[in-house]
């Protein structure tokens, strides 16, 4: 009897270890990412992901040397975004846009390991290969910056990152976006930028236990990721007296139809959204427009 059980329990640990394994959903050569991006339409991708607000170097006034570093705060752990300047050492230079593909869809690092879902590829893991490839072309054109990101300071559940692959199992749709569509080009525009590229309900929902978001939540705003504070709800609870030109302003200008400003950290999205095409900021308006009405959850 001893050994059925040594046998059932070491058989429960190998196929732990199996379909918890990192698995890149690209291999390098794959059609999709050969030839060179477009880097001026790749500058609009970057500027859509607010990059430069996580990735940008702390104390650095120039938002475009991306030495990474800053301490985002949370329930499981102290988490610093890396170094994604085009540095061969210390960024990602020797980096390919598979390598690139790889951790935005699949949140697979070159090394084969799983990256902390603090980095939002639950979001950009809906990300369509040409944008992913013109992305690639852009990062590639920015300033090199020596030098790595602090370490990470999980909590002790997630200091071993196999774990976040039992994570992805429960909570992580691999390719799959939830954006609602409708057919009609603007608002399906604003669905891809909102859901995907912009990852909107990263912040403006409310998460679990195991910090995913809870789907009954998704934009009806929550208590901030980093737990300093609280993020609107921006579902039509919050927002039924802004029009679609009163959203699309504010993703420009930072004013509010009240006569207010956004501020904390909608201010650096502003800083971000006021670079897009104004197609861009009235697609995410159309969209925003459509989500339906949600309570705002209790703090």
């Not at 390098?28 to 990735?55: E, T, Y």
């Not at 799983?114 to 040409?130: Q, W």
């Not at 002790?156 to 199992?169: A, P, Q, S």
Request: charged share 20%; proline share 9%; glycine share 10%.
């Amino acid at each position: 009897m001893a050994l059925v059980a040594i046998l059932c329990a070491g058989t429960v640990v190998a196929a732990g270890w199996y379909i918890s394994a990192a698995r890149p959903p690209f291999s390098q050569g794959d059609p999709q990412f050969k030839g060179a991006g477009d880097a001026v339409h790749g500058q609009l991708i970057f500027a859509a992901g607010d990059c430069a607000s996580c990735h940008a170097t702390p104390g650095e006034p120039d938002r475009l040397r991306l030495g990474g570093g800053m301490a985002l705060g949370s329930p499981f752990g102290t988490f610093r975004p890396p170094n994604i300047s085009p540095d061969p050492v210390d960024g990602i230079g020797r980096w390919t846009a598979v390598d690139l593909a790889n951790a935005l869809v699949g949140g697979v690092s070159p090394e084969h390991e799983h990256y902390y879902p603090a980095f939002p590829y639950t979001s950009f893991t809906g990300m369509t290969a040409v944008d992913i490839r013109d992305l690639y072309a852009y990062l590639m054109t920015l300033p090199k910056v020596s030098g790595r990101a602090p370490p990470h300071h999980p909590s002790i559940l997630f200091r071993i990152r196999r774990f976040v692959g039992f994570w992805k199992l429960l909570f992580f749709c691999e390719g799959q976006s939830e954006a609602r569509l409708s057919g009609e080009p603007i608002h399906d525009r604003g669905a891809y930028l909102v859901e995907t590229v912009s990852h909107c309900a990263e912040c403006h929902s409310s998460r679990n236990v195991f910090g995913a978001i809870k789907p009954d939540t998704r934009f009806a705003g929550g208590v901030d990721p980093q737990g300093t504070g609280f993020v609107p709800n921006i579902t039509q609870q919050n927002l039924g007296k802004w029009t679609e030109r009163d959203i699309a302003t504010m993703l420009k200008t930072g004013d509010t139809p009240d006569h207010g400003r956004v501020g904390s950290s909608m201010a650096d999205v502003v800083t971000n959204t006021a670079m897009l095409p104004d197609s861009d900021r009235n697609a995410i308006a159309r969209y925003i427009k459509a989500l339906p009405a949600l309570p705002t959850p209790r703090p």
